[in-house]
């Protein structure tokens, strides 16, 4: 694979539709691909930004969002859902899509940058750190507030 493009999408098209369908059930099993809508309330959004990998043939061949927003002590950034299609992994996907999202993070003023991986991620994992990415020792807790129903 030659290397991808990065882009963040400002308008939401039947291809980003398609992609997003494809890839988000590659990242999580428990969790359905967003509505139209609701990709639709991500690409709006000024708090999220939606990151595309595409080829040199123009197919988005990986995906990731980037979340900013201001708290009392800082800017902040959270990466969230970063995929790349099966077909496409080990071939420098991730990594762009990564270095795009710090890259913006850092122009928005940023302080930090946050993410969280499985443990059974072990690729994934690699990448981050090898991007200067380090485990924090605290808890990270979850409250469900709905069924996803």
């Known amino acids: 694979m030659q290397p991808v493009k990065v882009e963040i999408a400002t308008t939401l098209s039947p291809a980003i539709v398609d992609a997003v369908e494809r890839l988000v059930p590659q990242v999580s099993r428990s969790n359905p691909p967003p509505t139209t809508a609701e990709l639709g309330d991500i690409v709006s959004s000024p708090a999220t930004d939606l990151f595309l990998a ?13 979340v900013t927003f201001r708290i009392p002590t800082a800017m902040r950034a959270w990466i969230e859902d970063v995929v790349v299609d099966e077909a ?13 999202m710090v890259t913006r993070a850092r122009e928005l003023g940023c302080r930090t940058v946050d993410l969280t991986s499985r443990p059974s991620r072990g690729a994934a994992n690699r990448l981050y750190q090898r991007e ?7 808890n990270v807790y979850r409250l469900t507030l709905r069924d996803g129903s």
């Not at 595409?54 to 980037?66: C, E, H, R």
């Not at 496409?88 to 795009?100: D, K, M, S, Y």
């Not at 200067?132 to 605290?138: P, Q, S």
């Open 132 to 138: 200067g990415f380090v485990a924090r020792d605290t």
């Open 54 to 66: 595409i080829d040199d043939g123009g197919s988005i061949v990986g995906m990731a969002t980037l």
């Open 88 to 100: 496409g992994r080990g071939q420098g996907v991730g990594t762009a899509l990564t270095r795009a």
